[in-house]
């Protein structure tokens, strides 16, 4: 038999060049497994058997995520699950100068938060614009295109201080919180500062108008789609309370930095979700770009020390600072054998565990050995996953991660994969891979661990880690966050299991998956198959 290279990936390179020239306006999904080559040019291959088991993950650490996620929906798979957040706030500026602090009129308050949507026209004559919001960004049960079932939203004012640091650390870190403390934020003193039982996502551009005369509105300010509340509601009472923020902040200089305005004037926001009581058994929850909010605070004061004429000026809070995202499941989860099915749920839900060659040490793993024996080199390894449900792209996740549970770190064959894709950078890395696709009626995952094979092996003495699978949100942060409840001893060395990625708790989305030998359609089971050549 001819010696046949190692690597294919200078096909793999010219194959994708040549999609992007004529796909790259098309979405990823459709590409399904034209990205990457597949043909082994007559090579050996050979099926092995996994060991999986499932392993609930129970509360996780949702401190200062990348994304978070607000609302309430009910999964066809995994049933409802609410999702509330918790910010501090910011100063948009430090140097107020009120010209007469005891005039001051509060003209109104309006808090937004931007979606997470896509421009996708501006009429040149009106400067409207049309957006669409980005699909993976927002899940809903309604069955009607771009609507989305309401939900019931309350937004308190919190004081509960979550710039405490955590004395068990030695004070040197912020003290960790977990998806489960909802009720440790809400009985702290909140004040409900806006109460909407049928709050809807709107993908509509957002207009602020201004009165133009006695008649006329002309916009003032266009904003990309996203939550617009008037915390007012021209109500005398609510324009009192931020009246009074004002004049407190000032008489005491609460407004000088954030650390006096935070401990002694206003600690931030929890946003609190809940079904409507229109529509209890389903809902809407949408991942929100709550960095980029902001309270505006829109009140009128006197023009200077000799005109009292008054004018509109502006204060900006940012939703900046420490945060939080609570999580609370319908569904419990339990640690199983995943001999039917795999069960991989974002949050504080599920991942999987995979040993791989029955989780037998390197040096006396009989599958190993083999292979070392005959001198086997290895082409191509991946394991293939089916999707048991949902069955349709938009409830199922972009993409799932393969990681070494061990040392909380991605495997050799992410580090190896360079490429990027012009689409989003949430499918780089599309030949490590993991990124959903079609295949005929299935929807597939497809992960390449060729490299960690290799070192397999190539040394004996390497560690055969248990293998950590999890849904992501993105594969560019390696980062991780911490189990509530570690499980102690759970690794040979004695070591306690306690960190899982934190792109996983970021996704809220879940999937299952056929198992390692499901009682129908085994055709389907997981699949770890390794291409290889022998020498002659």
């Not at 702290?188 to 008649?215: A, M, P, T």
């Not at 990309?224 to 009472?237: E, K």
């Not at 001893?489 to 879940?510: D, E, R």
Request: charged share 20%.
């Amino acid at each position: 038999m001819k010696k046949i290279s190692k690597i294919v990936t200078p096909l793999f390179l010219l194959l994708f060049t040549t999609l992007l020239l004529v796909s790259c306006d098309k979405d990823f999904n459709e590409l399904g497994t034209d990205f990457v080559a597949d043909d082994h040019y007559g090579m050996l291959n050979q099926n092995f058997d996994l060991d999986i088991n499932n392993k609930a993950t129970g509360a996780v650490q949702t401190n200062n995520l990348p994304i978070n996620t607000l609302g309430y929906y009910n999964d066809p798979v995994f049933g409802k699950t609410t999702s509330s957040f918790v910010t501090e706030l910011s100063l948009g500026t430090t140097s107020l100068d009120f010209v007469n602090i005891n005039t001051i009129e509060i003209d109104s308050v309006y808090l937004y938060v931007p979606y997470f949507s896509t421009l996708q026209s501006t009429d040149a004559t009106t400067g409207d614009s049309q957006y669409t919001l980005n699909k993976d960004s927002i899940l809903s049960n309604s069955s009607v295109e771009n609507e989305y079932t309401k939900i019931s939203l309350k937004v308190y004012r919190n004081n509960y201080d979550l710039s405490q640091v955590d004395v068990s650390e030695g004070l040197q870190t912020l003290k960790k919180h977990y998806s489960d403390e909802l009720n440790d934020f809400t009985n702290v003193n909140q004040e409900l500062l806006y109460s909407d039982d049928s709050f809807e996502f709107k993908r509509d551009q957002i207009k602020i108008k201004k009165n133009i005369g006695l008649s006329t509105e002309a916009v003032k300010e266009r904003l990309a789609p996203g939550m617009f509340l008037d915390l007012t509601q021209n109500d005398p009472a609510k324009k009192a309370f931020y009246k009074q923020l004002l004049t407190t902040g000032n008489q005491y200089g609460y407004l000088e930095n954030n650390n006096l305005f935070r401990k002694n004037l206003f600690r931030g926001l929890l946003f609190k979700a809940a079904a409507s009581p229109s529509s209890p058994e389903a809902g809407t929850a949408a991942k929100m770009n709550f960095a980029q909010g902001k309270i505006t605070i829109v009140y009128k004061d006197e023009k200077s020390s000799t005109d009292t004429t008054k004018e509109r000026k502006t204060l900006l809070l940012n939703l900046s600072g420490n945060t939080v995202n609570f999580f609370d499941n319908q569904n419990s989860y339990t640690d199983n054998v995943a001999t039917d099915e795999l069960l991989l749920k974002g949050g504080n839900g599920s991942i999987s565990v995979i040993s791989l060659f029955g989780g037998n040490t390197n040096s006396t793993s009989p599958e190993l050995n083999a292979m070392r024996s005959n001198k086997w080199l290895i082409n191509d390894a991946s394991i293939t996953f089916t999707v048991k449900s949902p069955n349709t792209l938009a409830q199922v996740p972009n993409r799932i991660y393969l990681f070494d549970l061990k040392n909380k770190k991605p495997i050799v064959d992410y580090t190896y994969d360079q490429t990027t894709s012009v689409l989003t950078s949430k499918y780089n890395k599309y030949i490590h891979g993991g990124i959903r696709y079609k295949d005929g009626d299935d929807i597939v995952y497809k992960i390449r661990l060729t490299n960690h094979l290799r070192n397999l092996v190539k040394y004996a003495d390497s560690t055969n880690v248990k293998l950590g699978l999890v849904v992501t949100e993105g594969i560019g942060n390696t980062t991780s966050m911490q189990f509530k409840n570690p499980t102690p001893n759970y690794f040979a060395t004695g070591q306690s299991l306690k960190y899982l990625p934190t792109m996983s708790v970021a996704n809220p989305l879940g999937v299952k998956l056929y198992g390692t030998n499901p009682s129908t359609n085994n055709t389907k089971k997981v699949k770890f198959e390794v291409w290889y050549t022998k020498p002659e």
